[in-house]
């Protein structure tokens, strides 16, 4: 399984140097038959090593749960729910900054609208059971960051990318 923890890793290292984390925040998970690959509670984002990668059931609970993300709940329904095999939860500002003052955000760039069409700011209770995710593939928490899901980290990565360089579109175009 070097290749997920592989790729964990590159995802991490990504998402630090676009800026969607600080170097505490945000998680990645892959799944793999039934086990899940998730990163680490308060892991470093920008020097990630295999070290940071904890293996737990996908369903069902175990005693490395704790050194796990906290967001372990919503990384296993995620993908139960979805039928994909990665969740990438990111808090980028962009996009954090407009979900305070939307319950939809529309991208109006050409490429945000071609791959996004509209992303969904909801509260956190809607992606603890994971059941948005059986139709969404990415959502805004209000207030708090975003979590995309996907076949692999890359695929879940770029849709959040995509949304924070739309949102920072519209802010710059805003003069903000």
Same mark, same amino acid.
């Not at 690959?37 to 984002?45: E, F």
């Not at 991208?107 to 996004?116: A, F, V």
């Given at each position: 399984?070097?290749?997920?923890?592989?790729?964990?890793?590159?995802?991490?290292?990504?998402?630090?140097?676009?800026?969607?984390?600080?170097?505490?925040?945000?998680?990645?998970?892959?799944?793999?038959?039934?086990?899940?690959?998730?990163?680490?509670?308060?892991?470093?984002?920008?020097?990630? +090593? @295999?070290?940071? *990668? =904890?293996? $737990?059931?996908?369903? !069902?609970?175990?005693?490395?749960?704790?050194?796990?993300?906290?967001?372990?709940?919503?990384?296993?329904?995620?993908?139960?729910?979805?039928?994909?095999?990665?969740?990438?939860?990111?808090?980028?500002?962009?996009?954090?900054?407009?979900?305070?003052?939307?319950?939809?955000?529309?991208?109006?760039?050409?490429?945000?609208?071609?791959?996004?069409?509209?992303?969904?700011?909801?509260?956190?209770?809607?992606?603890?059971?994971?059941?948005?995710? +059986? @139709?969404?593939? *990415? =959502?805004? $928490?209000?207030?708090? !960051?975003?979590?995309?899901?996907?076949?692999?980290?890359?695929?879940?990565?770029?849709?959040?990318?995509?949304?924070?360089?739309?949102?920072?579109?519209?802010?710059?175009?805003?003069?903000?």
């Amino acid at each position: 399984m070097n290749w997920i923890v592989r790729d964990i890793l590159s995802v991490c290292d990504l998402m630090f140097k676009e800026g969607l984390v600080d170097q505490r925040a945000g998680n990645v998970s892959y799944a793999f038959g039934e086990d899940l690959y998730i990163t680490r509670s308060g892991s470093i984002k920008g020097s990630l +090593s @295999k070290h940071d *990668i =904890v293996k $737990v059931p996908l369903r !069902g609970k175990s005693v490395l749960d704790e050194r796990a993300s906290s967001e372990i709940k919503v990384h296993r329904s995620a993908i139960v729910k979805s039928g994909k095999r990665s969740v990438v939860h990111a808090h980028p500002v962009a996009t954090v900054c407009l979900s305070f003052e939307r319950e939809l955000i529309v991208p109006k760039d050409s490429e945000g609208k071609t791959i996004l069409g509209k992303v969904r700011v909801v509260d956190y209770s809607e992606v603890l059971n994971g059941h948005i995710f +059986s @139709k969404e593939m *990415i =959502v805004v $928490v209000k207030e708090h !960051g975003v979590f995309a899901v996907g076949d692999t980290p890359f695929e879940a990565l770029q849709l959040i990318s995509v949304l924070e360089h739309s949102c920072k579109i519209e802010l710059w175009s805003r003069g903000l």
